[in-house]
């Protein structure tokens, strides 16, 4: 069913993007048939060109459109880059510089923020983005409306008390403790600028997108739920982050997102000229296409990297010799020869390289077959005539759940349950797709033993939110506030002062963790891979890792 009107408008020659679904479905026959044809070269004069229209092949587009519920969103957060603005711009080194706000400072105790807002900036019904609309954000990201089934952004500062309007373009910010990471969080994915009077609409009508105002370079044109969605440029935007060098209106007039399941359609249609972009084409295949003179691309983003978080209630890792015979008994160095390319990194640490703060504790995980089959025997599991470790008449069983944000997951866990499996582990794979997914694979769900973790994050600050149960904190370790040390540490990282004090306690609370077993790293992530047309130039990269088509250009 479409949802909203298009929009009456006078197009360049080219595709439209109701020209989309049959172009789709003639590329699936292509498919069928064998490879797709070779590429052109592409060009350009290297100066941005006005107009043309982007089409983009994506495997999801999620279950709600509900800003709050689905921002965070891999596959959604791309529309959402598109429609609205953020306060702060971060790059994908985690330098972070102005954009809605313009300036801002803090008090001595990091308790305090004031943000002196951007004039001139508006929604797309042209109301004002002004101090009232700031804290109508800041609200809904940091408290949520449970009685609506809104949710709270995940990772905004559990500390956040309130915010007040001192005049119409500037907002004081106050938090219950020291809360250094405050400023960073404002440019996360979840962090979108959202009019008030969408805020103010019940879910049901949040979840229509054509209700969903934002103050971005790109404005709704059409959306039709499960299949496709329509954006099309807005004429008078002119409040670009000066970190992306270009200002006014985007110089591409459309960017339809396209529904297309299948990794070999998506891939085929870019190939064909039929599409300028395919997201998660398989990494095995991004030397072949470069070869062929498309662009790929794969960014990666600021948070942690790719692995399970443990299930400490869940036995048998409930004991600290398994979960770190689990760690141990995972080979990354064959992971990345065999299911991904050179342009992927061995996990370090918890936490992306990129990540400022994030330091080299790859020892405490390092891969050692030898020391994992000595911590299990110490455990008391013992091999059986079948290979299988049992202990007490039990066998020594781990569910693996692939992500379905993550293209590579199902492969990369059918090699781990082959790695473990020469240690002893019974190992299961279970896929779902996206909603179902969300549905079962929860964390501290008393089924699921290991959580693989996508998360990506802004500040090192905030990753104490997710460590513990404390100030609602999301308690990946099912640990709640049992291990005081962690709690320390995590109350040490959250509460200091400035970026040099929290330094040594970040890096204590990175060991701690992998020490303990609580966090298995496999890689460093690359969730957010790309397929793109040499004719596509100019496309920018933020610090999640999301392509921003408001710098590109067809040439």
Known sequence: MNTSRAARRVRPPGRTPRMI????????????????????????????????????????????WIPNNSAISSFQGHIWGHLT???VYVDEKGAVSPWVAESWEQNDTATEFTLHLRKGVTFSDKTPVDAAAVLANLDIWAKGDAARGINPIGLFPKTYDHAEAVDPATVKVFFKAPTLGFIPTLGYHGSILISPRTIALPAAQQADLANDLGSGPFVLSSWKEGDSVVLKKRADYDWAPAALKHQGPAYLDSITYKLVAQPSVRTSAVQSGQADVAYNPSPQELKSFA???????????????????????????????VRQALQHGIDRKEIISTVYTPDWQAAQSLFQ??????????????????????????????????????????????TLYANPYLATSKS??????????????KV??????????????????PSVAAYEVT?????????AGVLTDANKGENWFGLGQSDPKLVALATGVTSALSVDT?????DELQGYVLQQGYFVPITQIVQRIYLQSPKLHGVAYNGLAYANYYTAWLG
Do not use: H, M
Request: proline share 4%; charged share 20%.
């Open 21 to 64: 679904a049959g172009l789709v479905a003639a590329v699936v026959a292509l498919a069928a048939c064998g490879p797709g044809v070779a590429a052109n070269s592409g060009g350009g004069s290297g100066e941005p060109k006005q107009g043309g229209d982007v089409t983009f092949l994506i495997d999801s587009l999620g279950d709600t």
């Open 502 to 506: 929290r330094a040594p306690i970040l």
């Open 291 to 321: 070869d062929q003179g498309f662009t790929t691309a794969t960014p990666r983003y600021l948070g942690f990297v790719n692995g399970f978080a443990v299930n400490t209630k869940v036995a048998p890792f409930d004991d600290v010799r």
């Open 428 to 445: 299961d794979i279970q896929a779902f797709d996206v909603v179902t997914y969300g549905e079962r694979v929860k964390v501290n769900s």
């Open 412 to 425: 990369v866990d059918e090699l781990i349950a082959q790695q473990l499996g020469k240690l002893g582990f």
């Open 353 to 398: 390289s990129n990540v400022p703060g994030a330091t080299d504790r790859s020892a405490d995980f390092a891969f050692d077959a030898a020391k994992s089959a000595s911590l299990l025997d110490e455990a008391g599991w013992t091999k059986g005539s079948d290979g299988v470790r049992a202990k007490d008449g039990k066998p020594l069983t781990l």
């Open 85 to 87: 603005d953020k306060l």
């Open 455 to 463: 998360r990506s994050f802004i500040d090192a600050g905030t990753v």
